[in-house]
Each structure stands twice: as C-alpha cells, then as structure tokens.
C-alpha cells in the first residue's frame, strides 16, 4: 500500500512537502522501482507531476512544475517525497503518488502498477 501525506492550506508563494510511504507487499518491490507524483484537479484529468528512477538519481517533472518542485527518495524508509515552492493557485488538486513498473523515471500513467490514497493540496491567491 501507498499512502501520501502532507497536503494542506497554503498561500500562494507558499511550500509544502508531500511524503508517500509504502508498506506491506509494496514495501518489499519500491526500492526497484521508480516512483511519480501525479495530480487531480476539480473537473480535470490527472496529470503527471513527476518522477524518479530507482535510485534517485534521476528524475523528470512536468513543464508547468519544473523549477520549483523536487521530488527525491529514501529507499531505505520506502518513501519518496515531493517538495514544492513557489506554491500557485493552479497547483491546487489531490496528489497522488504510485509505483512504476520499470526502474526508470517515466511520465507514462500506465506504466504505473500501484497507486497510493491522495492528499489535498489547496494554494489560495
């Protein structure tokens, strides 16, 4: 299982720190596996956020993220974690992480074989 944490209220210009979890069966594949950050927003359909490879040292973002988000991992916690400054209103939606079925940072959604419960994360103007 996969649970993400760390959403809230912000202002815009604002940070946050979101940390995704695994435990029991996913807990013993995630260090092999690259992990991505996906959001949801009212009315829209989930989009890539960003991603990173099995060892952390690589990862890919999407466009409207890259430069003010940074996602990283501690394989020996089972855990990744998205850190994002610079806050916007239009970053508000639940945020999603998930297991990837290859050891590479993919954008691809349906490379990604286990999804975790989502967080809020709200940016006011």
């Known amino acids: 299982q996969l649970q993400a944490s760390g959403g809230g209220l912000v202002q815009a210009g604002e940070s946050l720190r979101l940390s995704c979890a695994a435990s029991?069966?996913?807990?013993?594949?995630?260090?092999?596996?690259?992990m991505g950050w996906f959001r949801q927003a009212p009315g829209k359909e989930r989009e890539f956020v960003a991603a990173?490879?099995?060892?952390?040292?690589?990862?890919v973002y999407a466009d409207s993220v890259k430069g003010r988000f940074t996602m990283s991992r501690d394989n020996a916690k089972n855990a990744v974690y998205l850190q994002m400054n610079s806050l916007k209103p239009e970053d508000t939606a639940i945020y999603y992480c998930?297991?990837?079925?290859?050891?590479?940072?993919?954008?691809?959604?349906?490379?990604?074989?286990?999804w975790g419960q989502g967080t809020q994360v709200t940016v006011s103007s």
């Open positions: 990173i490879d099995w060892r952390g040292s690589n990862s």
């Open positions: 029991g069966r996913t807990a013993r594949t995630v260090s092999n596996n690259g």
């Open positions: 998930a297991v990837s079925q290859s050891s590479a940072a993919t954008q691809l959604a349906r490379l990604y074989r286990s």
